[in-house]
């Protein structure tokens, strides 16, 4: 006889606890079925066909915004050759109603039109936890209440997003102010993951060192520890200098590691909204951040992608009022740069300090240098970048003026040829006195190129079919689905790596893994691709950590949103530091909502953990009580293992008696054909209502004294009022 049962109630007793996870919950707005770098002085779009899409703000010789143009009052030329304007939206303070409204859907396809009654105004708040520190919050939360109290009207559709660690949806978009206000009142974790302190101490201290470097003649620095070795002098020269080193090494991977997920959660924003029709505004919340050389490929796509889609974005910045002098003190910084040497060829000078190339040293010195990414990227998206000022709310006001102000046109290319060259797009209007804003110009790029990747990335997906064919990493995988808003799915992909696959780099007691996952999904069928997954994760394991992950497996996790559909998803892991690589192919097929009786495919896992803190986006949907479950995408059992079943019942129907449902649940265990132990029966009667009504069947059964070999479990799903039926097998194995 084997125990079993149910650890909502009962717990679980023992459980190991994987102390390294790598997991990445990206709860973004949902992803729907449907590398140049730009002139310095250009503010471009991108688009994938023959409409042309863009935002436009016509200002009087005071400066004040005209509202009241028609169509006819706009003549638009591409590479001087007039086109014909075929959408047109007036201004949402404009007096005339809107004609044919572009939806800024970069499409040859049938263009959609809103639905009447459909908000005209698209507004993502973006709350930049990596960079904003919990002191600056309150003042920011403050000033979004007062926006969404007096500003926000019934034009007006708003969500509230939050960027730590990963992108976190606060709010859906709504129109309700009540459910806005809040989302915003609850958002008190949105800076937990702030780096800026860190970064900006780092900074304070590399000053000083080079300070105490630059204090000494050249020929009195030692470059060796014995040169070091005559005097104390010497020696504390040395050590600043290898000190100096570290520090630089970790400013670099910080600046990475806020930059990064605030870019990667920006495309993912703006990519999402491309489908909407409307006029699209992302206000992003943030101190700034600096992007090392690295990713200035990143950097550039978030920006084409903003534009392919029509989203402009501002930015306020949430420091409030700065000075306008050192935090050092000095006059002058340290100049970063004297030790470059200008007889030094290109390469050794891009290697001349630690992890940090010269051009990286430049972006992070002076003052507000974290704020040019904030101009630029607000710049080039036809947005503006609000700093200096502790009325957050006013702020609000100002961009929220200029938003209300813009029109937006669409016209289709008369030139079919979409080489990626850049077009010059010219907008006049036929009123004197006038000023036009809009972006200079675009990019025709193909629809496959507008999701961003670097270079060694592309290189990946060019070999994708002989890694798939020869794979030398040895990866679990596993899908999947579970209904989420109405249309919608949450789709947790995972898997699992033997750790004796990797290869570590032991560093003192310390061991580092380097793992780089890439994913591309896309509809079935069809070569464009529709979002990127996936990241570099470069993690330093303590002693306590490296033993314990020695004796489990390397788990990874990503959530996805989608639309009901069929997607083909390829993805390719790879262990950057023995350069072993995984390439797979997985298909999803996600069914349109219906009212049959039915459920999920079985999880099969032996890892729970405690429910960390909760947050204020949407719950994880692999939770059960008080407990989250970690699929065990190798499907490998021990003995010593209780193997936990978890499976989510839709559209059970409720016994006239007690208005409850009542689903009869039969879990068997089979070993070579044969019953491995006796039936268990369940009973599912408590509906949970978020984030659809469903039934969740969450269960353990212990695999103590059972053989090794290869099992199945076979589940029976009875729906007693509807007499209905459903059954699903999973296989797994006990290794000992």
């Known amino acids: 006889m084997h125990d079993h049962g149910s650890f909502l109630k009962h717990g679980m007793g023992e459980c190991l606890r994987l102390l390294v996870t790598f997991a990445v919950f990206f709860a973004a707005i949902p992803v729907q079925s449907q590398d140049k770098k730009q002139p310095d002085q250009d503010d471009v779009i991108k688009v994938t066909s023959n409409l042309v899409s863009l935002d436009v703000i016509v200002k009087d010789k005071k400066g004040k915004a005209v509202t009241d143009l028609k169509p006819e009052d706009f003549t638009v030329s591409e590479n001087g050759v007039r086109q014909r304007i075929e959408f047109f939206d007036s201004t949402l303070t404009g007096g005339s109603e809107a004609r044919q409204p572009t939806t800024a859907i970069v499409s040859t396809e049938p263009q959609p039109q809103p639905p009447s009654g459909f908000p005209r105004n698209i507004i993502a708040l973006v709350l930049d936890g990596q960079s904003t520190e919990l002191a600056n919050l309150k003042h920011v939360r403050e000033g979004i209440m007062k926006y969404i109290r007096e500003r926000i009207s019934e034009n007006d559709s708003v969500a509230l997003f939050s960027i730590s660690g990963g992108l976190q949806l606060l709010q859906p978009f709504t129109q309700d102010k009540a459910k806005l206000i809040e989302a915003v009142e609850k958002a008190y974790d949105s800076s937990s993951v702030s780096k800026t302190s860190a970064i900006r101490s780092l900074s304070d201290d590399i000053s000083s060192l080079r300070d105490r470097i630059a204090g000494g003649s050249p020929e009195d620095l030692p470059s060796t520890p014995a040169a070091a070795g005559g005097g104390s002098s010497a020696a504390q020269t040395l050590i600043a200098k290898h000190v100096l080193q570290q520090y630089l090494q970790l400013r670099t991977a910080l600046s990475t590691q806020q930059t990064r997920p ?39 796509s978030t920006i084409d992608i903003a534009n392919r889609a029509n989203v402009a974005i501002y930015v306020i910045d949430s420091s409030g009022l700065t000075g306008g002098t050192p935090k050092s003190g000095a006059l002058v910084a340290s100049n970063p740069l004297g030790g470059i040497s200008g007889g030094l060829d290109m390469e050794q000078r891009r290697r001349a300090a630690a992890g940090e190339s010269v051009f990286d040293i430049a972006r992070q010195e002076g003052l507000n240098r974290q704020q ?42 008369t030139d079919p040829n ?25 990019y025709a790029i193909p629809p496959s190129q507008i999701v961003p990747f670097s270079p060694d990335e592309k290189k990946l997906l060019a070999n994708f079919a002989s890694m798939q064919a020869h794979p030398t990493l040895p990866v679990s995988f596993g899908l999947n689905s579970f209904r989420s808003q109405e249309g919608y799915y949450v789709v947790p992909l995972s898997f699992e790596i033997p750790p004796a696959a990797v290869q570590f780099d032991r560093k003192g007691d310390n061991h580092r893994l380097q793992l780089e996952v890439l994913g591309v999904l896309r509809t079935e069928g069809e070569d464009k691709i529709l979002s990127r997954l996936g990241g570099n994760f470069d993690f330093t394991l303590s002693p306590r950590q490296y033993e314990s992950i020695l004796t ?56 729970i953990e405690p429910l960390r803190k909760p947050s204020t986006g949407p719950a994880d949907v692999l939770t059960a009580g008080s407990v989250q479950i970690r699929p065990s995408t190798s499907r490998e059992f021990q003995t010593t ?17 007690t208005g409850k449902p009542m689903v009869s649940i039969t879990v068997r265990l089979m070993k070579d054909g044969k019953p491995a132990m006796k039936p268990i029966d369940y009973q599912l009667t408590e509906i949970e ?48």
């Not at 630029?376 to 929220?400: M, P």
Request: charged content about 25%; aromatic content about 10%.
């Open 372 to 413: 040019d990414l904030l101009y630029r990227i607000s710049e080039d998206t036809g947005g503006r970048f609000v700093k200096n000022t502790n009325d957050i709310a006013a702020g609000l006001d100002r961009i929220d003026a200029e938003i209300r102000s813009r029109y937006t046109l669409a016209y289709r290319s």
């Open 552 to 607: 489990d497996k390397i788990f990874y996790r990503q959530d996805i949103q989608l639309y009901a559909g069929n997607y083909t998803l390829d993805l390719i892991v790879r262990d950057r530091l023995s350069g072993k690589v995984v390439a797979k192919r997985e298909k999803l097929v996600l069914p349109l909502d219906s009212y049959d009786f039915s459920f999920t495919e079985a999880v099969l896992s032996r890892h």
């Open 262 to 300: 605030v870019l990667a959660a920006l495309a993912a924003l703006s990519e999402g909204l491309r489908p909407i029709p409307g006029k699209k505004t992302l206000v992003m919340f943030s101190e700034g951040f600096v992007a090392t050389e690295a990713l200035d490929w990143q950097v550039q």
């Open 418 to 442: 979409f080489d990626g060259s850049f077009r010059k797009v010219k907008i006049e209007v036929n009123r004197p006195d006038t000023r036009v804003l809009a972006r200079s110009g675009y």
């Open 689 to 736: 209502a978020e984030p659809v009504p469903n039934l969740t069947f969450a269960n353990y059964i212990k695999l103590a004294g059972m053989p090794t070999g290869k099992y199945s479990v076979m589940i029976e799903a009875r729906d007693i009022t509807q007499r209905k039926t459903l059954k699903q097998e999973a296989s797994f194995v006990i290794t000992q």
């Open 641 to 657: 293992d209780n193997l936990i079943i978890f499976f989510k019942v839709y559209n059970a129907t409720p016994m006239a008696e």
